[in-house]
């Protein structure tokens, strides 16, 4: 596995940005200040990219800030913070904007996105088109570039003795929190777990003190949040290809001049490459240190929970919001 030092991949994105626009100077000496708010934590590979690689390419005419932690806005509120004028940005995910657009959830439909190369063609391609209009048209929120969080597994407080996890029968009854958002409770269900919702940041106290069975997230999340110290297993589930979408302002958007729109573009998929490149090798490199730690790692059947799981959905009140045609050319574009 190819190990990107983090300054060389940081100069490699960052050049390649700025080498190709240079950083307009500032009309009038304002500088405008672009706050991020975001449930994820600051050393997060998102967050990290946002501060070491988008925030140094507008600070031209920019300067930037970040809530951490949901301390600025709680997990699920920052859309409605932007769209209210309170906000310039997010790390949105299409879970949170199904609550406003429910074809959004095709895109947080478990074992539909492959890898995350078919996240970033479905992204750049038009079938996006529309769904990126209505949400600017009718949120007032640009979506300007995809990243991504992960692959996401079933993570429990339970030994694999107590609980092995091979299909998702073996998932009944099983207290496992996920997101507030109804994408994520239908996904939950559809494991063949009983979802809970609960915030981000309320995650390892409730393991912790076993208010939860388990959560679901990437293995990069399950280190950055220390899960392993309250959990004792992992079933690669997989059951999720998981994205997030650098969510802007369209009315900050709407004030910049035409340099300034292009250099703003240019640092969010600058972020997004390079914190998909970070996230990648965490994700590929992270399985024995959380071993070490005393938590089981294993695969289940995986067949029979993508079949499962793609069983729920066929039917459902989620498929039927979804665009004619849209799931055909989202598998289309995969491998
Ligand atoms: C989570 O709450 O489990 C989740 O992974 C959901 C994602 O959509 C995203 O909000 C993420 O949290 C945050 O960015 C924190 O990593």
Redo the contacts with the bound molecule.
Sequence with gaps: MLKLTRRAAITSVAALGLAMSAIPAVADGHKMTFTLA???SET?Q?SVAMAEVFAPMVAGFADYQAGYNGTLFA?GTELEAIAGGNLTMS?A?A?ELAQFFPEFSIFATGYVHQDAAHQVRVFNDPLMDPFKQKVEDELGVKLLSVMY?GRRHVNLRQTREELDVQTPADLAGVNLRM?GTDAWQFLGAALGASPTPLA?SEVYTSLSSGAIDG?D?PLP?VVDQKFYEVTKQIALTSHLV?L?YIAFSAETWNSLDADQKITVQRAADAAAAYGRLKQLDKENNLADFIRSQGVEIYTPDLAAFRTHVQGQYVGSEAAASWPEGVLEKINALGN
Excluded: A, C, E
């Design positions: 975001t449930s994820g997060d998102r997990q790390i995910s879970q969080l997101p981000f959560q997230n999340t998981d997030n």
